[in-house]
T-cell receptor, first 112, second 111 residues
């Protein structure tokens, strides 16, 4: 157990729907990162939050949004889902955003 | 644009041999590099990192080498064991704010 908790582990939903993925960082970590991993794209950085504030944005679609709450957990919202959104979504956390981070076990999203 | 790539998508080694996984990067401004190991069904697991003010760093059975002149990063695993079988990713970034990952190399250990 890495200490980073992601729920749910698996999610199957239909095209056009909206889902929310949840991440609880390791105790004491202020930074949360979201990554998407698909077969043809590898690990793609989506977004980084530090202590509730957005710090960096990657190739995150406008249909996707995220936030980090006062208790430091984070949610990634995916809307108007398309088949191509099927992927593993990983959350990672770190203490200060300046060092390597710890990944959770991911949420496998399947859009049908 | 920025890119991180791997020379070999797959690598097979004999158990007990040393493994070397290579990685090229293109962003000269990158000052932080990291290797992750990902086993099937699990999230990436931190192995070792290195900052640009160093050219070598050692951990337990692993060594990372950084050659900034040719923008090359390598991971050496000593005395490879069956448990080392996984996909290995290198990543680079300016700090750890926005790591860019390579496609990964699958390491297979032959008995």
């Amino acid at each position: 157990d890495s200490g980073v908790t992601q729920t749910p582990k698996h999610l199957i939903t239909a095209t056009g729907q909206r889902v929310t993925l949840r991440c609880s960082p390791r105790s004491g970590d202020l930074s949360v990162y979201w990554y998407q991993q698909s077969l043809d794209q590898g690990l793609q950085f989506l977004i980084h939050y530090y202590n509730g504030e957005e710090r960096a944005k990657g190739n995150i679609l406008e249909r996707f949004s995220a936030q980090q709450f006062p208790d430091l957990h984070s949610e990634l919202n995916l809307s108007s889902l398309e088949l191509g959104d099927s992927a593993l979504y990983f959350c990672a956390s770190s203490v200060n955003g300046a060092d390597g981070y710890t990944f959770g076990s991911g949420t496998r999203l399947t859009v049908v | 644009g920025e890119s991180v790539g791997l020379h070999l998508p797959t690598l097979s080694v004999q158990e007990g041999d040393n493994s070397i996984i290579n990685c090229a990067y293109s962003n000269s401004a990158s000052d932080y590099f990291i290797w992750y190991k990902q086993e099937s069904g699990k999230g990436p697991q931190f192995i070792i990192d290195i900052r640009s003010n160093m050219d070598k760093r050692q951990g337990q059975r692993v060594t990372v080498l950084l050659n900034k002149t040719v923008k090359h990063l390598s991971l050496q695993i000593a005395a490879t064991q069956p448990g080392d079988s996984a996909v290995y990713f290198c990543a680079e970034g300016e700090g750890a704010q926005k790591l860019v990952f390579g496609q990964g190399t699958r390491l297979t250990i032959n008995p």
